[in-house]
């Protein structure tokens, strides 16, 4: 923390910290060197990070018939979806960096305070992409489908990277959304009254008005409903809200 400005009627403070996570498995039970947890779909592996996923890479939509391709282990473009053609994606919903920052102003009476957070890049699962992103779920009209599905592919030569529509939907790498974000966490504003308002007789000593907002604003590229929740997954986990207070406390 450093004091920007410090006089007689005036308290100016900016503050921070970050966090930085390096990791490595290094052995696993017994002989074991690759193991996926079938509860949460995660593996582990000597040698790679906790938190780093794996599985079929996406090789784009082939504008000749709107079917998807992915790359199998010799990374040769294929049409056949296989969990055979697993691949480490060098992504992880652990993140290397985090961290938050802040200020707070204190001018005679009034009080100002602004905290943020945040996290570098970190990967998720997005499980809610087989209701929003799978035309083979419900029918159409019937659901609530993401807007980028309007690009899919509907004739040869359409270049997207949407297939056609029914195609079976996989869970690939394009199920990952990078869930780095900044976001005002709180937001203060107070002033103080002093007691000589209210009279020296008074019963009440002083009092202070304030207002508080929380998770006023975020920056991110995620494509999820809230990046600052921490899993391997979304799996449609209701988001933080935004929330609004006010106040008035009384000295007596």
């Given at each position: 923390s450093y004091?920007?400005?410090?006089?007689?009627?005036?308290?100016?403070?900016?503050?921070?910290?970050?966090?930085?996570?390096?990791?490595?498995?290094?052995?696993?039970?017994?002989d074991t060197t690759d193991f996926v947890d079938g509860?949460?779909?995660?593996?582990?592996?000597?040698?790679?990070?906790?938190?780093?996923?794996?599985?079929t890479l996406f090789a784009g939509v082939d504008p000749r018939d709107g079917a998807p391709m992915w790359y199998d282990k010799d990374m040769n473009i294929t049409k056949e979806y296989?969990?055979?053609?697993?691949?480490?994606?060098?992504?992880?919903?652990?993140?290397?960096?985090?961290?938050?920052f802040g200020t707070s102003l204190m001018w005679g009476n009034l009080q100002i305070a602004a905290d943020f957070s945040w996290t570098g890049e970190r990967w998720m699962w997005l499980n809610e992409k087989f209701y929003t992103a799978n035309l083979?779920?419900?029918?159409?009209?019937?659901?609530?489908?993401?807007?980028?599905?309007?690009?899919m592919w509907q004739e040869p030569g359409d270049v997207t990277d949407i297939p056609r529509a029914k195609t079976q939907f996989q869970f690939d790498d394009t199920a990952y959304s990078n869930a780095a974000f900044l976001r005002l966490k709180n937001l203060t504003v107070s002033?103080?009254?002093?007691?000589?308002?209210?009279?020296?007789?008074?019963?009440?000593?002083?009092?202070?008005?304030y207002a508080i907002g929380r998770n006023l604003w975020t920056l991110t590229d995620y494509l999820g409903f809230d990046p600052e929740?921490?899993?391997?997954?979304?799996?449609?986990?209701?988001?933080g809200t935004r929330q609004y207070t006010v106040g008035l406390e009384l000295s007596f």
């Amino acid at each position: 923390s450093y004091d920007l400005v410090q006089a007689q009627n005036m308290l100016w403070t900016v503050y921070g910290q970050v966090s930085y996570n390096d990791n490595e498995i290094l052995a696993l039970y017994g002989d074991t060197t690759d193991f996926v947890d079938g509860s949460t779909g995660l593996r582990y592996a000597v040698g790679h990070s906790y938190g780093e996923f794996s599985g079929t890479l996406f090789a784009g939509v082939d504008p000749r018939d709107g079917a998807p391709m992915w790359y199998d282990k010799d990374m040769n473009i294929t049409k056949e979806y296989s969990d055979a053609n697993e691949h480490w994606y060098n992504k992880s919903y652990v993140a290397d960096w985090s961290g938050g920052f802040g200020t707070s102003l204190m001018w005679g009476n009034l009080q100002i305070a602004a905290d943020f957070s945040w996290t570098g890049e970190r990967w998720m699962w997005l499980n809610e992409k087989f209701y929003t992103a799978n035309l083979n779920f419900g029918t159409l009209g019937g659901s609530h489908y993401e807007k980028r599905l309007l690009n899919m592919w509907q004739e040869p030569g359409d270049v997207t990277d949407i297939p056609r529509a029914k195609t079976q939907f996989q869970f690939d790498d394009t199920a990952y959304s990078n869930a780095a974000f900044l976001r005002l966490k709180n937001l203060t504003v107070s002033y103080n009254i002093p007691g000589d308002i209210f009279g020296y007789n008074s019963f009440i000593q002083g009092a202070r008005v304030y207002a508080i907002g929380r998770n006023l604003w975020t920056l991110t590229d995620y494509l999820g409903f809230d990046p600052e929740y921490f899993g391997n997954g979304s799996k449609g986990t209701y988001p933080g809200t935004r929330q609004y207070t006010v106040g008035l406390e009384l000295s007596f």
